[in-house]
């Protein structure tokens, strides 16, 4: 599965490669701890696999993480689960957020653009001031180590400095965007009982306001634990009766003190996309994020002091974490809040112009519509501080990379990376010494032993097969919420192969070291590189009367693209007219989000379970991707043979 073509689309060149932080890194790494002063980035990353314990002490004495404990080893137990990093350490990650504000108090942490496009700066001094104010509130309210603090809210800077004053005092911290409707967001939130929510009136996307109020009424209607919310008047509105007022919280000019924690304490909970139920409340540590996206950020995506990080993202994906991250390597980190194509598709172009954004991380499906709208970056916006793009959400097609090449810059360092909400990081993507091959990411990370494995559990080299990871990573769920056992956690992931990591993708390692992505092995939804389940949309679609039942499927095409189909069997009578294909689409609108309308509503005899009475997906996939009939599923196990044949038709006459 390697790119026909061997050479490289881009190479660094040899200052690139004598300037990234990575290569300082490996020096500093052979001349304390052994690492290997030659043989590049293969032999460096074989070493971080070989000797676990010892590039992960590394990797904080490199970056000067802060112990205010000091840990008895790196590494206790290193089974899969359970994991134990850094026992009897303690330390808190917003402190090593908010570190720069020490050397560089007037440059801006954050940079705030909303749809006019206008950056806003927000300084290190006044970030921390706000943390201060806002954590000493916290604890006047009675939040303690542990208790949960929920975010109804945009990507706007009062997110971030809510989530750095809920670890400074040792709270955990989790969020929704506003565009998830009340019940995506209690299948969320009712899950970790939060005390305290903070809440927008509402937001503007797409050059429109949406009020959010009711929501908020809502949520703290059926959130009995909350003690406290938070109004953050975004559209303007008096806070409502009981609420307390940002400005309030935020008024007093205090140095933010920090609840020293232990490493495996937890710092957020982030959520799968449900396909099979609610979703899973993964619940991250804050020393396991600390370290795990200090390697990422400093080493991988070569950011420091003076870079600024654009991801376009939400409050609701993983991907903003991770964003924020940013602020542990010193960079200036930007922050846009509204539609990615508005006022036109070249929109974020221009955000990353505005803001001087020399890492630049997108959506291989905003790429890939840009081609097709016929944008042209370099020469309609300044890009010259861009020195990455990267993408993730899906793989970037090969028409993306040589896109990028063509229209950004042929000098670009194209960064497609992969990962996952269940670690908050990537397993392959960004390494700045590394050649780019069209439709390839470049390589493994660093401390990941990724491999590609045959059902048996035999690895492959140059084939399609699992993902798998093979050793721990601190960033690794310590546990999911509401999982006494941990059985729902040890099923998500160590079912299949016991003892390794199973991820559900479907990946090709090269024998050039480089990985290919061929999306998902399971039936979660990806759509805009937002990954949700198939359950929240059953829930909402199946209210409408004339729906008996439905299936939805995410469809990856060759050509880069994604093809979302609803398949409804309709009640006795029913019919799929307009007014019902609108009463659908309003319905998704409302109650999930404008990301789960579907592509096409297609009328159909029936939908297809197992023995059990699970709807099947993944065969169904199958079949719209062309795999034949008796590859695509096991006879046995249907209920109804013939519905999958219609399936089957409808993929031969699309194709």
């Known amino acids: 599965m390697t790119s026909s073509n061997p050479s490289p689309l881009w190479q660094p060149d040899r200052e690139h490669i004598a300037r990234a932080r990575i290569t300082r890194f490996q020096a500093w790494a052979a001349e304390h701890h052994g690492a290997p002063a030659d043989g590049g980035y293969a032999g460096l990353h074989r070493w971080s696999v070989d000797e676990l314990d010892t590039f992960w002490k590394a990797v904080t004495e490199f970056f000067d993480v802060r112990f205010s404990t ?48 206008e950056p806003r700066p927000v300084s290190w001094s006044e970030l921390r001031r706000q943390v201060g104010s806002l954590a000493a509130e916290l604890r006047a309210l009675g939040v303690r180590p542990g208790d949960r603090v929920s975010g109804y809210l945009p990507n706007i800077p009062q997110a971030v400095a809510a989530l750095l004053a809920t670890a400074a005092v040792g709270a955990v911290w989790t969020s929704c965007a506003p ?14 009982e939060p005390v305290v929510l903070f809440a927008v009136d509402g937001y503007r996307y797409g050059g429109k306001e949406h009020d959010r109020r009711d929501t908020v009424a809502e949520l703290r209607r059926e959130l009995p634990t909350l003690r406290a919310v938070v109004h953050i008047p975004l559209l303007g509105t008096e806070p409502p009766e009981g609420a307390l007022e940002w400005s309030a919280l935020t008024s007093s000019d205090i140095a933010p003190v920090y609840e020293e924690v232990p ?85 974020q172009w221009r955000i990353a112009e505005r803001t001087g954004a020399t890492l630049y991380g997108t959506s291989a499906a905003y790429v890939m519509a840009c081609r097709k709208a016929d944008v042209h970056p370099s020469r309609d916006f300044d890009l010259s501080r861009i020195k990455c793009v ?26 497609s990376v992969s990962g996952g909400t269940d670690v908050c990081s990537c397993f392959a993507g960004a390494v700045p010494t590394l050649p780019v091959h069209i439709g390839e990411l470049q390589a493994p990370g660093l401390g990941t032993d990724l491999q590609s494995w045959d059902p048996s559990g035999k690895p492959l080299i140059d084939e399609v097969g699992e993902l798998v990871v093979t050793n721990p990573m601190p960033s690794m769920p310590i546990r999911f919420w509401n999982d006494p056992d941990g059985s729902r956690y040890h099923d998500s992931y160590f079912d299949t192969y016991p003892g390794a990591w199973r991820h559900g993708d479907w990946i090709t390692l090269t024998s050039r070291g480089s990985v290919v992505i061929h ?77 789960h309308i579907p592509d096409e509503v297609i009328e159909v005899p029936g939908i297809p379970h197992t023995l059990t009475g699970k709807r099947i997906e993944v065969p169904v996939k199958r079949l719209l991707q062309g795999t034949p009939l008796e590859k695509a599923v096991n006879p046995g196990s249907v209920d109804n043979l013939d519905l999958l044949r219609f399936y089957e038709q409808l993929a031969r006459d699309r194709a």
């Open 70 to 117: 000091p840990y008895a080893r790196v590494l206790g137990d290193r089974s899969m689960p359970g994991a134990q990093w850094f026992p009897g350490a303690t330390l808190n990650y917003a402190e090593h957020a908010l570190r720069a504000a020490d050397t560089r108090a007037d440059e801006p942490a954050l940079l705030y653009v909303d749809e006019t496009h």
């Open 179 to 192: 565009d998830f409707g009340a019940r995506s967001v209690l299948d969320r939130f009712q899950q970790v």
């Open 263 to 347: 490493f495996d304490h937890p710092l957020w909970v982030l959520y799968s996309s449900g396909t099979t139920g609610l979703p899973k409340a993964i619940v991250q540590s804050q020393g396991g994020i600390l370290v795990e996206h200090l390697k990422q950020l400093g080493l991988h995506c070569d950011l420091g002091p003076e870079d600024r990080f654009f991801w376009y993202t939400s409050t609701g994906w993983m991907m903003w974490n991770f964003l924020v991250s940013g602020l542990l390597t010193g960079t200036t980190i930007v922050l846009y809040d509204g539609s990615p194509g508005y006022p036109d598709t070249g929109a």
């Open 390 to 415: 990267a993408t993730t959400g899906s793989p970037l097609p090969p028409d993306g990379f040589r896109w990028l090449h063509d229209e950004v810059r042929d000098d670009l360092w194209i960064a």
């Open 519 to 595: 999306g998902r092995s399971d039936s979660t939804l990806n759509r805009q590189g937002v990954r949700m389940g198939s359950a929240d949309i059953y829930e909402a679609v199946e209210r409408l009367p004339e729906i008996r039942e439905s299936l939805v499927i995410g469809v990856e095409q060759p050509d880069g693209g994604y093809w979302m189909p609803l398949f409804v069997h309709l009640a006795p009578g029913a019919e799929l007219d307009d007014a019902l294909l609108g009463r659908i689409k309003q319905t998704i609108r409302e109650e999930l989000s404008p990301r």
